[in-house]
């Protein structure tokens, strides 16, 4: 199958400071990529949809100046947390969908996540 | 708005035992997809299955088979023969023409010895 990868893994920073993930698609391109957060115990909560060449769009309630999105190619979507607080610490996850041409065969691939701590 | 509901937080079955699990959900669109995700402790998301709606026919894969009642909009995900690696966090969840996947708020499985 299809993959998706995230880097990095694990970060901590500091209040007040950027931090940027990555999203690859490894092996397809996607023109289009979500991201999504989730909180411990909690289900995924969509935050926005990258889309390659324009600019992203973002779920109601989502501050776009705090979450932003760049998607510079058919395989790479950054999510930059500017200014984080701790309220901003959780796990981050995006997911790129793959459509067969006939498209008998649909799925969203999933990176593994990317768990941000801001003290 | 699609709205998708898993009303059991928690459920639990004993190894090579059968559990079902519940969701329903709302959309006024004709087109879309199920789903039926895993996430294990490393919250990695695993497609379990996946059921087109166009398609009468449930979808099964090996042990894992659904129960779609397009009209019920119900979409009910069984797990046989329940092995201690399908202990996990299950989401059902539902694609549009939009793409976008709605997730229900999850199902955490506990397989006992």
């Known amino acids: 199958g299809a993959v998706v990868s995230q880097h990095p893994s694990w970060v901590i920073c500091k209040s007040g400071t950027s931090v940027k993930i990555e999203c690859r698609s490894l092996?397809?391109?996607?023109?289009?990529m979500f991201w999504y957060r989730q909180f411990p115990k909690q289900s995924l909560m969509l935050m926005a949809t990258s889309n390659e060449g324009s600019k992203a769009t973002y779920e109601q309630g989502v501050e776009k100046d705090k979450f932003l999105i760049n998607h510079a190619s058919l395989t790479l979507s950054t999510l930059t947390v500017t200014s984080a607080h701790p309220e901003d610490s959780s796990f981050y996850i995006c997911?790129?969908?793959?459509?067969?041409?006939?498209?008998?065969?649909?799925?969203?691939?999933f990176g593994p996540g990317t768990r941000l701590t801001v003290t | 708005a699609q709205t998708v509901t898993q009303s059991q937080p928690e459920m639990s079955v004993q190894e090579a035992e059968t559990v079902t699990l519940s969701c329903t959900y709302d959309t006024s669109e004709s087109d879309y997809y199920l789903f039926w995700y895993k996430q294990p402790p490393s919250r990695q998301m695993i497609l379990v299955i996946r059921q087109e709606a166009y398609k009468q026919q449930n979808a099964t894969e090996n042990r894992f088979s659904v129960n779609f009642q397009k009209a019920a909009k119900s979409f009910s995900l069984k797990i046989s023969d329940s092995q201690l690696g399908d202990a996990a966090m299950y989401f059902c969840?539902?694609?549009?023409?939009?793409?976008?996947?709605?997730f229900g708020k999850g199902t955490k499985l506990t397989v006992n010895p």
């Open positions: 997911s790129a969908p793959k459509t067969e041409r006939d498209r008998a065969s649909y799925e969203q691939y």
């Open positions: 969840a539902y694609q549009g023409g939009s793409e976008k996947l709605v």
């Open positions: 092996d397809f391109q996607a023109t289009t």
